[in-house]
């Protein structure tokens, strides 16, 4: 059931007419990425929260609930323009990066009187992102209510040969600082390639990530997909090419087998992965 204030209500039975405008908020699974768009002609503004006009032109389906523990689903079409970034780069390159995984999405309905002041809001859905599709022009994004949640499997800590744990998180109980390298940025980069200095074996950064210290993109951080002795391959994009020069720290990932633990992080003691359990098509 959908709640809102008394004086909003009363508003509604006074008044035979009134503007309608759809507002639509993504906030990105890094938690300070908050993205605000709506279907009017103008911005909206409702209390501290702005609503673009200018972003993404957005279509939804109809709002799909059910009676139980069904989940509820909300399908979206994006389709951006050329000047629509998202994370310094294209909306539609974010989007097949996976920048909108696990995203909360809201959609909420604005009121506004003849003079487009804000007489009322209604929060029409609440979920999170479950799956995305991209075309050449559009972003498919279908959203699911938190219900989705409880096909997690239980108990939480399952049997795999893979470690359960995040890296560098406190049950990992590895010290990012201790496995930072701090290198510089060398001639033919790009802005999915970075040329460097660093010469750790092959696969030693891979699935870490990079987070650049000086120049024009200080602060910005990238995930690597893969690394070679004195190159980096980037997951996504820059939003521009690094110049030469600039310095960036590179962290270590983690493919959560034992070796690996063992051998590149000492860690062993901290692995909770089961390796030894037979494979369900070998086991006698």
């Given at each position: 059931?959908k709640?809102?204030?008394?004086?909003?209500?009363?508003?509604?039975?006074a008044n035979n007419?009134?503007?309608m405008?759809?507002l639509?908020?993504?906030?990105?699974?890094?938690?300070?990425t908050?993205?605000?768009y709506t279907?009017?002609?103008?911005?909206?503004?409702?209390?501290s929260?702005?609503y673009l006009?200018?972003?993404?032109?957005?279509?939804?389906?109809n709002i799909?609930?059910?009676?139980?523990?069904?989940?509820?689903?909300?399908?979206?079409?994006?389709?951006?323009?050329?000047?629509?970034t998202?994370l310094g780069?294209?909306?539609?390159?974010?989007?097949?990066?996976?920048?909108l995984?696990g995203?909360?999405?809201?959609l909420s309905?604005?009121f506004l009187?003849?003079?487009?002041?804000?007489?009322g809001?209604?929060?029409?859905?609440?979920?999170?992102?479950?799956e995305i599709?991209?075309t050449?022009s559009?972003v498919?994004?279908?959203?699911?209510s938190?219900?989705?949640?409880?096909?997690?499997k239980m108990?939480?800590?399952?049997w795999?040969?893979g470690?359960l744990h995040?890296?560098?998180?406190?049950?990992?109980?590895?010290?990012r600082a201790?496995?930072?390298?701090?290198a510089?940025?060398?001639?033919?980069s790009s802005?999915?390639?970075?040329?460097?200095?660093?010469?750790?074996?092959?696969e030693?950064?891979?699935?870490?990530?990079?987070?650049?210290?000086?120049?024009?993109?200080?602060?910005?951080?990238?995930?690597?997909?893969?690394?070679?002795?004195?190159?980096l391959?980037?997951?996504?994009?820059?939003?521009?090419?690094p110049?030469?020069g600039?310095?960036f720290?590179?962290?270590?990932?983690?493919?959560k087998?034992?070796?690996?633990?063992?051998?590149?992080?000492?860690n062993l003691?901290?692995?909770?992965?089961f390796?030894?359990?037979?494979?369900?098509?070998?086991?006698?």
């Amino acid at each position: 059931m959908k709640s809102a204030p008394d004086s909003f209500k009363e508003y509604l039975q006074a008044n035979n007419t009134f503007i309608m405008a759809d507002l639509y908020e993504f906030r990105l699974k890094d938690a300070t990425t908050i993205l605000r768009y709506t279907t009017a002609d103008i911005n909206i503004t409702v209390g501290s929260r702005c609503y673009l006009a200018s972003g993404p032109l957005i279509s939804r389906s109809n709002i799909r609930m059910v009676l139980g523990v069904e989940t509820d689903t909300l399908n979206l079409e994006v389709v951006p323009r050329p000047t629509d970034t998202l994370l310094g780069i294209t909306w539609l390159q974010a989007a097949v990066a996976g920048a909108l995984d696990g995203a909360d999405v809201t959609l909420s309905r604005a009121f506004l009187d003849d003079s487009l002041n804000i007489v009322g809001e209604v929060v029409l859905f609440f979920g999170q992102v479950a799956e995305i599709q991209s075309t050449r022009s559009s972003v498919k994004v279908t959203v699911n209510s938190p219900l989705f949640l409880l096909n997690i499997k239980m108990p939480r800590r399952v049997w795999q040969a893979g470690c359960l744990h995040t890296l560098y998180s406190a049950d990992c109980g590895v010290n990012r600082a201790t496995k930072a390298v701090t290198a510089t940025v060398g001639l033919g980069s790009s802005d999915t390639l970075l040329r460097c200095g660093l010469s750790n074996p092959k696969e030693y950064f891979s699935q870490g990530y990079v987070e650049f210290i000086s120049g024009d993109l200080s602060g910005v951080r990238r995930t690597v997909r893969s690394y070679t002795p004195g190159s980096l391959n980037l997951l996504v994009p820059l939003p521009s090419i690094p110049v030469a020069g600039a310095t960036f720290t590179a962290y270590p990932g983690c493919d959560k087998t034992m070796a690996t633990c063992a051998a590149k992080f000492g860690n062993l003691p901290h692995f909770l992965g089961f390796p030894f359990i037979p494979e369900a098509e070998r086991a006698i």
